[in-house]
């Protein structure tokens, strides 16, 4: 199988969890069925927030919360587009495991994202999304000024986000 074409990197920061939000939503507005995006990136980068602002953009029955334990969760269309498959290909440890969840199945009819998925789903398309969510390593904590947060606030941290489109799906499309 020849190796499909890729789209240039693009690399953006978001300053905090509202940022991330905005970018799904911005990412959202230009998925269709079919698409398969594949989220990586630090614990508690923002995959799932970055989720929820995409399933925003897709108009699906929410909430959209981490389907770490559930493996995969399915949230369909409110407004007739195409339903967002959710999957946490954390605990999954091949190939096989991933086929048990049929994924492929939904995969022409539904957006497919896919947290922890890097090295064991890209069969599932040819054309596919990559977004990396990466934490500052070593961040003393603060915002992304370097102000500090309240006590009873978790620091607020940046977001570097690199998005790559692999396949003709996403040559020309800007999602920056």
């Known amino acids: 199988m020849s190796v499909p ?18 970018f799904g939503a911005r990412v959202g507005a230009s998925l269709r069925a079919g698409d398969l995006v594949l989220l990586s990136g630090d614990l508690g980068a923002g995959k799932t927030t970055f989720t ?4 925003r953009a897709l108009g699906v029955r929410g909430p959209v919360t981490s389907p770490t334990f559930v493996i995969a969760r399915v949230h369909p269309s409110l407004v007739g587009g195409p339903e967002l498959v959710h999957v946490d290909a954390y605990r999954l440890g091949s190939l096989a495991e991933v086929d048990d969840l ?8 539904a957006v497919t ?33 370097g102000v500090a947060a309240a006590e ?12 790559r489109g692999i396949g003709e799906r996403w040559a020309g499309v800007d999602l920056g």
């Open 113 to 145: 994202v896919v947290e922890w998925g890097r090295g064991l789903v890209e069969e599932l398309s040819r054309d596919r999304l990559e977004i990396d969510l990466l934490r500052p390593h070593g961040a003393a904590g603060g915002g992304p000024d």
């Open 152 to 163: 009873d606030e978790a620091p607020v941290e940046p977001r570097r986000v690199t998005v």
């Open 52 to 55: 929820r602002g995409l399933a």
């Open 102 to 109: 049929d994924l492929d199945t939904d995969a022409e009819e």
């Open 5 to 22: 074409p890729a789209a240039p990197r693009r690399e953006l920061v978001l300053p905090g969890p509202q940022d991330t939000e905005a």
